[in-house]
């Protein structure tokens, strides 16, 4: 993976950010509560007549806000402005929503700057259209099963079922199941469930041959993962964001999932998902309720990918201008007036 930028001597950069709303379709539940619009915060960086773009998702989860999130890219302006790369970001901001717009307003930058497509700066030939699962919220198992049936008539087949309730998350796998018999299901518990709950749940997903299970337990209490007999493979998310948690999750989890809003930034997912590959795990490329801004950096993840879930803008009510093209559960790769 070459680094283009800072062009030498460095051309003058402008930096502005800008906070905007898309409204959900309906509303986006999990058992950490429902929201009804995406707020995403955008960096934009112009060079030369020429700009690039980032899109952020601030997560509450770890303590982001909008407001720390825009303070955040301010704190980095001066040397965005003076033409800093993506390296010197790294050491400049943490990893999180504020790095990651301004390291895909980077990526976009010197794409758009050079000619090359994103994917070929990252060392890639191609982005092959690739199937992303689809999301159904957390709610009562007969409205969750009506979705599942909905969603798989309507040509996508592979669901990411939001569980984590207090009671009732057997039935809604169950009743889930039922309603797509022929779906690959996988399931997210967003830290949801209890150690006394896993056996039961366990079982229930492995009856209805769920094909992962995203996070059973809080970040904090997952070393009791450690030697757990597990009927289904295990993905690891709040528990992980970048390369530095890998080495204590080899006997916890199967399968990790990157997001680039947890790792700051793609520059950071790629060489994580090469340190993952390596380790031994799988891959689950992961999203927040964004447009098709924020996923396009991470198509060029979706290669090494066992898992794709890439559906936040199927979530909203509108997406933006020149945005992702979905034709039933295949998401196409972006084009160049969106992103890269």
């Keep these: 993976m070459t680094e283009h930028l800072p062009i030498h001597p460095p051309a003058r950069r402008a930096l502005s950010v800008s906070v905007e709303r898309f409204p959900i379709n309906g509303s986006f539940t999990i058992a950490r509560g429902s929201r009804t619009e995406a707020v995403v915060v955008v960096a934009r ?3 030369n007549g020429v700009n690039g773009r980032g899109e952020c998702v601030p997560y509450a989860r770890y303590g982001e806000s909008i407001d720390s999130v825009v303070a955040a890219i301010e704190t980095a302006r001066a040397a965005m402005e ?10 400049l901001l ?3 929503a504020a790095r990651n717009a301004l390291d895909c307003a980077l990526w976009d930058l010197e794409a758009k700057l050079t000619g090359a ?6 060392g890639l030939d191609r982005i092959r259209p690739t199937t992303t699962a689809f999301t159904i919220s957390l709610g009562d198992a007969d409205v969750m099963a009506a979705q599942a049936a909905a969603t798989v008539d309507a040509g996508r087949p592979v669901l990411k079922i939001k569980l984590g309730a207090p009671h009732g998350d057997a039935a809604r796998i169950r009743a889930v199941r039922h309603a797509a018999p022929d779906a690959t299901l996988l399931v997210d518990a967003n830290e949801g469930w209890s150690l006394a709950d896993l056996p039961g749940l366990f079982a229930a997903c492995a009856e209805a041959h769920v094909a992962l299970i995203e996070q059973p337990l809080p970040a904090a209490e997952d070393a009791a993962l450690a030697g757990l007999e597990r009927p289904v493979p295990l993905c690891a998310d709040e ?8 080495a204590a999750l080899r006997d916890r989890y199967d399968v990790v999932n990157i997001k680039l809003d947890k790792t700051g930034g793609l520059t950071e997912a790629l060489a994580m998902a090469h340190e993952a590959g390596d380790m031994g795990f799988g891959l689950m490329i992961g999203c927040m309720v964004g447009t098709s801004l924020a996923m396009a950096p991470a198509m060029l993840l979706t290669p090494r990918a066992r898992f794709v879930d890439l559906d936040g803008p199927l979530l909203l009510a509108r997406d933006r201008e020149h945005g992702l093209v979905y034709d039933g559960a295949v998401v196409w790769p972006p084009e160049r007036a969106l992103w890269g």
């Design 94 to 96: 943490p990893a999180g």
């Design 117 to 122: 497509p994103a994917h070929v700066l990252a």
């Design 45 to 47: 960086l112009e060079e």
């Design 239 to 246: 528990s992980v964001h970048t390369r530095d948690g890998l």
């Design 82 to 91: 003076a033409g800093a790369g993506r390296q010197q970001l790294l050491a």
